[in-house]
């Protein structure tokens, strides 16, 4: 088992439960290099590495109003930029997550993806 010795660098006083951008970083277990290799200045993706790519991309298609503008995988990590957004339908024109049954999700503003 490896022991996650970082601090935590969330925002104390920040709601992380609202909707907006998110920069994600996710390591591969042990920080080994499971995903590729770069060669030349270039990611080379192995079948794991195609596997985590094909992920990013289907979490757009499975959750509405989540959006993924830029990802980069690399050979023990990955990078993202996520957005979430929510559309409110009370009266009071705050923002609603969807697990309390008031917020409509909505889709996010699309930009284009790095394809390798």
Known sequence: MIQNK?????????????GGPYFVTICVEGRMDRLGVVLGGEMKLNKLGEIANDG?????KKFPGFGIPVFC???NHAHAVITIEYKSKTRRGGVT?????????????RQPTLDK
């Open 6 to 18: 970082r601090h935590s660098i969330r925002l104390p006083q920040y709601d992380y439960s609202q």
């Open 56 to 60: 990013w991309r289907w979490l757009e």
């Open 73 to 75: 995988v690399m050979p």
């Open 97 to 109: 997550p969807p697990n309390q049954g008031e917020g409509e999700v909505t889709s996010p503003l």
